[in-house]
């Protein structure tokens, strides 16, 4: 018994490990391409060296962290062609999470979607990083509950990674004012639409809004390009 429980611990343990580091990556605490090894995580995360390996394990696996020349871990770049790929996976499946929570979601949930795509419009324009922070925070609960309001555990777990975030709170601070502006309206228009029972109206709701972040993705990224030493 003493056995089993021991490697519950230890399974919980790297589980923490896992999300804690996957946290920092998302929200741009690392750098991309940044270096860092394993004792490094466990001294930030005050954590023993085994769940944080076991963790490392799991984020080489999802190409979050990558071995190469040089010392430990780096941190993955991700190019034009892989934020792409990304947008085009989120426009296909959440797009259908979309619908299908448009026939799914309790009341609770619609009223939690309204009160979050209402957050986010209140923090708009953003004048500071604290603004920044909320429309950041209210995005990704909001996205992540259309995932839970879909009533599709295959849907959520194949959405996981590529819903998150980090892509998001990166991209919003490229976005202009008459951009961001336009996201937080999708957004009153998406929980509309999924309130409303209208499977096809949020369907197409979450598509203008993935077509339009997508379009400011490649902006950012040609800006970044023509920019050499921009930050």
């Known amino acids: 018994m003493a056995k089993a429980t021991e490697g519950s611990e230890r399974v919980g343990a790297a589980e923490q490990a896992y999300l804690a580091i996957r946290k920092q990556i998302f929200s741009g605490h690392f750098s991309e391409n940044e270096r860092i090894t394993e004792a490094e995580f466990a001294k930030s995360l005050q954590m023993s060296r085994t769940p944080i390996r076991e963790a490392v394990k799991q984020l080489l696996l999802e190409g979050l962290l990558t071995r190469d020349a040089g010392p430990g871990l780096r941190v993955v770049d991700l190019g034009a062609d892989e934020i792409e790929q990304i947008f085009q996976i989120r426009l296909r499946l959440e797009s259908y999470a979309a619908q299908r929570a448009a026939g799914l ?36 609960a909001f996205h992540n509950l259309i995932l839970i309001a879909s009533r599709s555990p295959r849907l959520e777990a194949m959405l996981s990674l590529v819903v998150n975030l980090a892509l998001v709170a990166r991209t919003f601070h490229n976005y202009d004012e008459t951009a961001i502006r336009r996201s937080a309206a999708h957004h009153i228009e998406i929980a509309d639409a999924i309130c409303a029972g209208d499977p096809d109206w949020a369907r197409v709701a979450m598509q203008t809004h993935l077509h339009a972040a997508a379009s400011n993705a490649r902006e950012g990224f040609r800006f970044a390009g023509s920019c050499s030493g921009c930050s």
Request: aromatic fraction near 2%.
């Open 105 to 140: 979601a309790t009341k609770a949930e619609c009223d939690e979607l309204q009160t979050l795509a209402k957050r986010m419009q209140a923090h708009v324009p953003p004048r500071d990083e604290a603004d920044y922070r909320a429309i950041t925070e209210a995005n990704g």
